[in-house]
């Protein structure tokens, strides 16, 4: 089936630093990622539409200097935290999908911690 | 863009008993596709419902998308241990960009 890798699975760091996040589909080409912060308890909130080749989609409300999103091939997109504080701690989740009508597989997610 | 309503929020079911999980819309949707979170997992695609009526079976699991593809529901029989988790119903825009429910918890007790 399809596989979506995620990295880093767990991120202590202190505020304002910058954290990358990985996504990698492993066996198949994925066109089309996307980005969702989830809180505890809570459902999917999606941040971002990342397009292989072109810029990010942004949901309102989400900076997107904030989360820099690069999509550089078909099988990686990355998300950047920038100057992470305390409040942009979360559980944050890619998934990827072959085509449009194609259902998105997830990867594990990336809790992020900001001290 | 669209919202999708789910209920209930929260399910406690004693093991070997039924339930269900209700989706609702506004709008008419294109499809619905439903996804299971483990307790600090991932979401899992279960199943995508495309055709108005359209009733779909896994196992225990019977999923139907109604008439005005408008709401959707899925029926746990029997439940079990295994089924733990939250469920999700998610909606898919012309974009192919999903919007998901608030999803149900389902605590199981033996």
């Known amino acids: 089936g399809a596989v979506v890798s995620q990295h880093p699975s767990w991120v202590i760091c202190k505020s304002g630093t910058s954290v990358k996040i990985e996504c990698r589909s492993l066996d198949f080409q994925a066109t089309t990622m996307f980005w969702y912060r989830q809180f505890p308890k809570q459902s999917l909130m999606l941040m971002a539409t990342?397009?292989?080749?072109?810029?990010?989609?942004?949901e309102q409300g989400v900076e997107k200097d904030k989360f820099l999103i690069n999509h550089a091939s078909l099988t990686l997109s990355t998300l950047t935290v920038t100057s992470a504080h305390p409040e942009d701690s979360s559980f944050y989740i890619c998934?990827?999908?072959?085509?449009?009508?194609?259902?998105?597989?997830f990867g594990d997610g990336t809790r992020l911690s900001i001290l | 863009g669209q919202q999708v309503m789910q209920i209930p929020q929260y399910q406690h079911v004693q093991e070997g008993e039924d339930f269900t999980t209700y989706c609702n819309s506004s709008?008419?949707?294109?499809?619905i596709q439903w996804y299971k979170q483990r307790p600090g997992g991932h979401p899992v695609f279960l199943i995508q419902?495309?055709?108005?009526?359209e009733v779909k079976k896994q196992k225990r699991l019977t999923f139907q998308f109604g008439e005005a593809k408008k709401n959707s529901s899925l029926h746990i029989t029997a439940t079990q241990t295994t089924d733990v988790g939250t469920y999700f119903c998610a909606a898919a825009d012309s974009w192919g960009k999903l919007q998901f429910g608030a999803g149900t918890q389902v605590v199981v007790t033996p």
């Open positions: 709008t008419t949707l294109s499809n």
């Open positions: 990342s397009n292989e080749g072109s810029k990010a989609t942004y």
């Open positions: 419902l495309v055709k108005s009526g």
């Open positions: 998934s990827a999908r072959e085509g449009k009508n194609q259902p998105q597989h």
